[in-house]
């Protein structure tokens, strides 16, 4: 039985980028390459059930959310749309993966001197309970008023577009 359940190609606007799903029970895998075969990054994703929706969605309760794990994207390719392209796979994947377009994550860099993650995944469309991070995030974002140079985690979740 092979490990590949799909293959599809993914357009940015400026380059055909293709991904490979390595499908498991519990979570998948998704290595994003250029056309000529070149690593540009992998995200980890797993459907998770939430039994009180507080600390991501308070909203809902008792639901299933994708969990995105990982997401890495090298650092040529930063900035380019393949993080953008990694989440737009993650947002379809959840209905696949019968969490019905719920989304959720841990916000926090991991490299260390790396660019917090979270102004990213706010542009993107992710909120927070954390209301403090979520106005300084606001702030940066907006304004340019820099971040706390100390290392903070966030859980965040996909508000699903309308």
């Known amino acids: 039985m092979s490990i590949f359940a799909d293959i599809k190609k993914y357009k940015l606007i400026k380059q055909c980028l293709e991904y490979i799903c390595y499908r498991h029970p519990k979570s998948n ?12 990054g ?35 390719f930063r ?13 379809k994947d ?12 841990i916000a926090q860099a991991l490299e260390a001197g790396g660019a917090p993650p979270q102004p990213f995944y706010r542009k993107y469309g ?6 403090t991070h979520m106005e300084a995030v606001d702030e940066f974002i907006t304004n340019g008023t820099p971040l706390p140079k100390y290392r ?11």
């Not at 895998?29 to 540009?40: A, E, H, M, P, T």
């Not at 959840?94 to 994550?105: A, E, M, T």
């Open 29 to 40: 895998l998704y290595n994003l390459s250029s056309r000529d075969g070149k690593f540009v």
């Open 42 to 76: 992998r995200m980890v994703a797993m459907p998770e059930y939430i039994p009180d929706g507080m600390l991501y969605n308070p909203k809902k309760s008792n639901y299933y959310s994708l969990y995105i794990k990982r997401l890495f994207i090298e650092r040529d």
């Open 79 to 91: 900035g380019k749309g393949a993080g953008k392209a990694l989440l737009n796979i993650a947002a």
């Open 94 to 105: 959840s209905y696949r993966r019968q969490c019905d377009g719920n989304v959720h994550l």
């Open 126 to 131: 992710f909120d927070s309970q954390n209301k």
């Open 152 to 162: 903070w985690t966030t859980p965040m979740y996909l508000v699903k577009k309308k």
